[in-house]
């Protein structure tokens, strides 16, 4: 992701940690580990692992000689997400580009991705670059989020966006949630030359102790955050209060529950 402006850093990666890991990440974490079904000797590439929502369901349910390389783009993400995970000898930390992995040809038996295809610029390249490494055989499996239609929660946050800047509205989540056609996937891994696609909506629900730390998550947890201090019209936290109201009014204030949709993907190499 050489060429992607969108980045997690600075004070990003730890209010991403606090309200969106657990509520909506950890949720679809289990359900790749449970499609993945590990195996002896296994050797995984994570991309796009973040802070580690994903690194450490899976590390729950791996062998003790499975190997696991966890990488990301963005070192701000690692960063946070390595104490997370602790120190573990079947892990590799990797800071890397799923668009130009350094990785050998057929190095791994699988790559696991949460929700992070979305944010490849060149998301063909992502999938040649994800079957390069793969051995004959393997499996690519990652999860996309669905639209604004079927996820509320996003839809009310983005709308929130656009009530407090209706000139100029952040765009970021244009971006995680505009992924989700299944004949576009299916169509840049086939060229890619995987096989055996499989595609599914999965709905699941997020839960957290309140809609202020879920805003939290969605307002200063994400580049969101970034583009908001970049207008200098609105004080974030008057943005973050907005976005929980809004949350509120779907799922509750404390706790919060509401529903979330995912696409899931499994392929082979």
């Not at 950890?26 to 195996?39: I, Q």
């Not at 696991?112 to 393997?138: H, N, Q, T, W």
């Not at 966006?161 to 952040?170: I, M, R, S, T, Y």
Request: glycine share 8%; charged share 20%; hydrophobic share 45%.
């Amino acid at each position: 992701m050489t060429t992607n402006s969108i980045s997690f850093g600075g004070s990003v990666p730890q209010a991403y940690e606090e309200g969106l890991c657990p509520t909506v990440f950890a949720p679809y974490a289990l359900d790749l580990l449970e499609r993945l079904a590990p195996s002896a000797g296994m050797r995984i590439l994570e991309t796009a692992a973040g802070t580690g929502a994903v690194t450490r369901v899976l590390l729950k349910g791996l062998p003790a000689d499975a190997h696991l390389a966890v990488t990301d783009l963005n070192p701000a993400m690692i960063a946070v997400g390595q104490p997370l995970v602790g120190s573990d000898p079947r892990i590799e930390w990797r800071e890397a580009d799923a668009q130009a992995l350094p990785f050998d040809d057929a190095s791994f038996d699988a790559l696991v991705c949460g929700f992070g295809v979305m944010f490849y610029p060149d998301k063909p390249l992502a999938m040649r670059e994800a079957k390069r490494v793969l051995k004959s055989g393997g499996r690519m499996i990652f999860n996309v989020w669905d639209s604004f239609d079927v996820n509320a929660w996003a839809r009310v946050t983005n709308e929130a966006l656009v009530e407090l800047f209706p000139a100029d509205p952040p765009p970021f989540l244009k971006t995680p949630f505009g992924y989700f056609d299944p004949a576009v996937i299916r169509a840049a891994l086939t060229d890619a030359g995987f096989t055996d696609i499989q595609i599914e909506h999965v709905d699941k629900e997020a839960v957290c102790e309140s809609a202020e730390l879920f805003a939290r998550g969605m307002v200063l947890g994400t580049p969101t955050s970034a583009q908001i201090q970049a207008r200098g019209t609105v004080d974030p936290q008057v943005v973050v209060a907005r976005v929980a109201e809004r949350l509120a009014e779907l799922g509750g204030a404390a706790p919060h529950r509401s529903p979330i949709r995912a696409v899931v993907v499994s392929a082979r190499a």
